[in-house]
């Protein structure tokens, strides 16, 4: 299958995957997902669950993003939300700070540069509250890094996952702190492993977006009937298909838009 994302062949296998009567069960995500400013469908999955869920401050955490301007929570920074972002490439943090002025100046935006450890991911945050949605994508310790976070208990978790690892295998790269991912298939952890953790942690695994890229997960207090059980990973699991990006469309916008 093709990488390019406008290649005629990539659209007619996404619409024809979506067709298929999986797709179709209630509560199920997919058939909402959309590309605004996220790297895949995560922009629309996130309306969505938010929909079904309800907002109650409209604040986020996203760490790994990057210089912003493909991370799961700009098109919510230009909605109104306000939050903080992390990112341990200075260089990155720079070009943050010179796009994203009008927002860090409001108050709007916070950004950290910081490398997020176990060993302080509490302290990072702690001062950060209750919140409705955390980003976590670092590409490899992702599951350690939810593991080791108690400051903070968000409405919404977004975490990366490795779609390579299929369940029923439960894996994770083991916590080595100067590794890093190299490019390879070896990184971050296995959608069972995650599942697992979130349960622990008093999470559902709601769904996955099409890439097989990002796994969802909803605080339990809140699931209710909004989604498709059984919260598993093999119900929910999405397999890798890192190469069929979504149309990028128009270059991003900035500005700040207006519900009317």
């Known amino acids: 299958m093709s990488a390019n994302s406008d290649?005629?062949?990539?659209?007619?296998?996404?619409?024809?995957?979506?067709?298929?009567?999986?797709?179709?069960?209630?509560?199920?995500?997919?058939?909402?997902?959309a590309k605004i400013y996220s790297q895949n469908d995560e922009d629309g999955i996130l309306q969505e669950i938010f929909r079904r869920i309800g907002i109650k401050n409209r604040r986020f955490i996203e760490f790994g993003v990057q210089n912003g301007h493909e991370c799961n929570t700009l098109f919510l920074l230009l909605t109104g939300?306000?939050?903080?972002?992390?990112?341990?490439?200075?260089?990155?943090?720079?070009?943050?700070?010179?796009?994203?002025?009008?927002?860090?100046?409001?108050?709007?935006?916070?950004?950290?540069?910081?490398?997020?450890?176990?060993d302080n991911i509490n302290e990072l945050f702690r001062d950060d509250g209750d919140v409705d949605l955390l980003s976590i994508d670092t590409d490899y310790h992702d599951y350690w890094l939810w593991k080791a976070l108690e400051a903070i208990r968000p409405r919404v978790v977004v975490?990366?996952?490795?779609?390579?690892?299929?369940p029923p295998l439960s894996l994770t790269v083991p916590y080595e702190p100067h590794?890093?991912?190299?490019?390879?298939?070896?990184?971050?952890?296995?959608?069972s492993a995650l599942e697992k953790l979130g349960s622990e942690k008093g999470y559902a695994l709601v769904g996955c977006c099409f890439s097989g890229v990002n796994a969802f997960f909803v605080r339990n207090d809140l699931v209710g009937d909004h989604f498709c059980a059984?919260?598993?990973a093999e119900n929910h699991y999405e397999?890798?298909?890192?190469?069929m990006r979504y149309p990028r469309g128009h270059p991003p916008g900035l500005g700040v838009y207006e519900n009317v």
């Open 7 to 33: 290649d005629p062949g990539w659209l007619a296998y996404y619409e024809e995957t979506l067709e298929r009567p999986r797709y179709s069960e209630a509560g199920r995500l997919l058939a909402s997902g």
């Open 81 to 118: 939300w306000s939050g903080l972002w992390c990112e341990s490439n200075a260089s990155a943090v720079e070009d943050i700070r010179g796009t994203f002025d009008v927002f860090l100046k409001a108050g709007r935006l916070r950004c950290q540069n910081a490398v997020v450890t176990p």
């Open 159 to 166: 975490i990366e996952y490795n779609a390579t690892l299929k």
């Open 179 to 191: 590794e890093h991912w190299d490019g390879s298939s070896f990184f971050g952890a296995s959608l």
């Open 230 to 232: 059984p919260y598993t």
């Open 239 to 243: 397999p890798p298909r890192y190469g």
